[in-house]
């Protein structure tokens, strides 16, 4: 059943060199200053790579050889591999030093099972700190085969919710438009309130001037959802795009960038207040005690209902409405191209709270007393349900939603990632039944910013939709 699936995936590398946690313009930026500063400190100081494979995916080696390649003068080095995600090594070794200051680490593949592992290294500088780095690698990723725990019911859950708020009246509030922004307005803004670059993307610009509208809108059990809009100037109709947020309360930022690339776009407020407060309360991340009580239902409900509001405006085209996000952002537009048929296409980036069976899986082997063969076993367990908080997590496992993504998909995974571990991310992708699929998978990238997937995302989407 997998294989044929895992083998629509079409997984292309993109080699970046970028630091440090930072925003994606498409598919997250945040509202506060632009932080340049903290791109350029590095936050990984080597440079990993392999002769071998540029892409850091092995499937026939006797050995896997990575070139580490630190900053500055070292004395010696060690490494160890663990399964991505899990703390136990299952390997050790010395680098063997280079001339260049580099050091070759040789890691045997007889003992390794289909997966991702980490590769974590220790640098001797003869000073007294001792100076760590990250890599990783994939090995005949192909022949993973997820533990799923979609319920058998899942369907129906899910179908209950979106005939709940196909019923419900938009009811939908309009203010504006609060102002207007040409190039030069946006440049400033995405540097002073969007954590962005002035202009990263000039040749796909579409709109000389965009207009800025405060919007809201009825959702689940009487709810309300906010939003900014930015929309071209003019009549339209114009394709769609949903920016759906990163994880953590706080202001959400004018979409001006992705409105002058000719886009009616949608940023939400998830959690049901308005996008420009002063001050606000922080959402309780604890799951309820059922399945409306869990967190993640009004998240999910609100960026449900923010497709239908797109789909009611006379100045959208309603086959071109897509949406995007990075990592809660990512989760959430994974939720909302999987249930609903009216997405064209989705960029859901390090998509987070993934595959918990895995994630479960790994914090108990790494627990002070870890199941006796969790190392021993090629797939993860279906973890014991202790809690009626934890019985309704599969209904809101991003995983789970992956099946029903018909929609093309463009999308990527950071390998060193801690936040969205890329054996939960590619595991998604990889179950998604689309025959349209673009996954990067990235060697050197945490949770952070890739101008370049932007502007490779931004084209992409002009294939799709037909623009021009």
């Not at 604890?286 to 999910?300: A, F, Q, S, V, W």
């Not at 537009?333 to 009216?342: A, C, H, Y």
């Not at 993504?405 to 990527?412: D, E, G, Q, S, Y």
Request: glycine share 8%.
């Amino acid at each position: 059943m997998y294989k044929k699936q895992l083998s629509n995936l079409i997984i292309v590398i993109l080699m970046v060199a970028v630091t440090a946690a930072g925003a994606i313009a498409m598919t997250w930026h945040v509202a506060r200053p632009y932080q340049c500063e903290t791109y350029l400190q590095g936050s990984n100081p080597f440079v990993f790579f392999s002769r071998q494979s540029e892409t850091m995916l092995f499937d026939k080696q006797k050995e896997v050889l990575i070139i580490c390649q630190p900053v500055g003068v070292p004395i010696s080095l060690k490494w160890s591999v663990s399964r991505n995600f899990f703390k136990t090594p299952i390997m050790t070794g010395a680098g063997e030093p280079q001339v260049n200051n580099g050091y070759l680490i040789r890691i045997p593949t007889a003992k390794l099972r289909p997966g991702f592992y980490d590769v974590n290294v220790e640098l001797n500088t003869g000073a007294d700190k001792t100076v760590h780095g990250v890599s990783a690698f994939g090995w005949k990723i192909n022949e993973i085969r997820p533990t799923v725990s979609r319920p058998a019911d899942f369907d129906a859950f899910w179908g209950v919710v979106m005939k709940e708020l196909a019923s419900t009246p938009l009811d939908a509030k309009v203010i504006g438009p609060v102002r207007v922004m040409d190039d030069e307005k946006i440049a400033a803004y995405n540097v002073a309130s969007s954590d962005l670059p002035p202009d990263y993307d000039p040749t796909g610009h579409r709109a000389e001037k965009v207009e800025v509208y405060k919007v809201n809108y009825a959702s689940a059990d009487g709810s309300r959802c906010y939003g900014w809009l930015a929309k071209p100037v003019g009549n339209g109709p114009f394709p769609a795009m949903l920016v759906l947020p990163g994880a953590a309360g706080g202001p959400r930022p004018i979409p001006a960038e992705q409105a002058r690339h000719g886009y009616v776009a949608l940023a939400i407020q998830v959690h049901g207040q308005d996008v420009d407060l002063e001050k606000y309360d922080q959402p309780d991340f604890i799951p309820g005690k059922g399945p409306k009580e869990n967190y993640d239902y009004r998240i999910y409900t609100n960026a449900l209902q923010s497709v239908s509001y797109l789909a009611s405006r006379a100045d959208v085209d309603k086959s071109k409405i897509v949406v995007v996000g990075q990592s809660q952002g990512g989760r959430l537009s994974t939720v909302v191209s999987g249930l609903d048929k009216r997405v064209a296409a989705a960029v859901p980036c390090l998509a987070h709270n993934a595959y918990g069976a895995y994630q479960a899986w790994a914090r108990a082997c790494n627990s002070a007393n870890p199941p006796r063969d969790g190392m021993d076993r090629d797939n993860p367990p279906m973890m014991p349900e202790v809690t009626e908080a934890n019985r309704w997590s599969s209904y809101y496992d991003t995983m789970n939603f992956a099946f029903g993504v018909t929609c093309p998909v463009f999308a990527f995974a950071g390998m060193i990632d801690a936040v969205s571990p890329v054996t939960t991310t590619y595991c998604t992708y990889s179950l998604m039944p689309s025959t349209d699929k673009h996954v990067f998978l990235t060697p050197g990238l945490f949770h952070e910013w890739s101008p370049e997937f932007d502007r490779r995302a931004w084209r992409w989407l002009d294939g799709k939709l037909g623009l021009k």
